[in-house]
């Protein structure tokens, strides 16, 4: 019997602009998102019937949150119908979940799991859909599903729709850290002060240099961030913390209120992250390495 295995990487925004604001209420974004070498992981096994288990530290609260209902679920409703449309057959399977990334932290935990959901599947059935059309059952689910399917450094515009491959990008230590209050991805939007603001646009060659990239990186801003902040007075204290551990660069990533900073080498996050522990052992702190475009 089959048994596969897919891993869901922590999304990270490294930059996030907001540019305007769709008819629909979407926001245009374009951002620039890097994915760490951790995150949940699911299994997929053929079953007599559907079943979904979750485990991990973050799995009560899943469930008494969600009461069952999921992303990964929905994922696979949404490839089971289309591989049914498309004449594939698309069995009972059982899923499980191990929730390791924190819930509602703007690093893409329930899109990571639904990309990974559609990946397995896919897998699982052999259902052979386009790349194209994967992406298209993923937007359906949410605005980073996409990102999170293309698994690589690149940038992302439209509502996180239009997704570009970003070459070069070198990989750095990360610590992705977060004071474990739910921030509401809407609401931040509905507090932003100003939806139209500049465009990260054509990225300029940098090479795979890490200072060039940090001094690039250094120009761009996420723009959720302050109306983050008001929501979540913890993330200013989170972002002090870790840029005193000698990060390369501290941000928040999507809309809060998990923050990363960047180190040369993984080691060196590992350190970092030791030390944001014993400082704060009621946070999440997490180290890992932000993946490069040629890992
Ligand atoms: O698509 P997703 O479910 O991830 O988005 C959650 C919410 O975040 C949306 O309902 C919307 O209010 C807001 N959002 C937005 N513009 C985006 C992405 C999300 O306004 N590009």
Redesign the pocket.
Known sequence: MKRLEEKAPAKVNLALHVTGRQDD?????DSLVGFSSKGDRLIFEPAAVDGFTISGRFAPLLLEESGGENLVLRARDALRRMSEALGHAAPPVAIHLEKNLPLASGIGGG?ADAAATLHGLQRLWQSSLSPERLMEIGLTL???VPMCLAGKPLQAQG??EHITPVADFPSFGLVLGNPLKPVS??AI?KRLESRHNPPIGHLPRLGADQRTWIAFLQTLRNDLEPAARLLCPEIADLAALMAGTGALITRMSG?GATCFSLYATEDEAEKACAALLSARPDWYFSASTLMGSGD
């Open positions: 209420g979407y926001h245009l974004l899109s949410g605005a980073d509502i996180g991805t809407p939007f809309s």
